[in-house]
């Protein structure tokens, strides 16, 4: 959970993950998952994980609103490795008590 004073504080990475929500032609289902699941992640001090989180979140949001995309190009419109999502994504759907894909 996060606190609507979230919204305000990241409102520049929030900007970041419609830009790429935008390349990636999602719907605002995909995007709205998106933006709950990174501000629920969003790490407190680690600037650089910020970007990380915000892909991993993408790439989930569009998951599990039935838009989904690849990997690699999610990361691609997040400006990330395809490995730093492949890192992220399950950990992030299992701690916002989602069931991962069983393909």
């Known amino acids: 959970m996060y606190r ?7 409102e520049e990475w929030l900007e ?4 790429a929500a ?8 995909a995007r709205s998952r998106a933006a709950d699941l990174f501000l629920s992640s969003m790490p407190e001090d680690e600037e650089r994980s910020k970007r990380a989180v915000m892909a991993a979140s993408l790439y989930v949001g569009a998951l599990v609103s039935g ?8 990361a ?3 400006d990330v490795s395809r490995l730093t999502i492949q890192q992220r ?7 916002a008590g989602l069931d ?3 393909w």
Do not use: F
């Open 16 to 19: 970041n993950l419609e830009a």
């Open 100 to 102: 991962a894909p069983d």
């Open 76 to 78: 691609n419109a997040a």
């Open 22 to 29: 935008d390349a990636l032609n999602l719907e605002s289902t």
């Open 67 to 74: 838009q989904e995309r690849s990997q690699r190009v999610v």
């Open 4 to 10: 609507a004073s979230d919204q305000r504080e990241h």
């Open 89 to 95: 994504w399950k950990p992030m759907l299992e701690n």
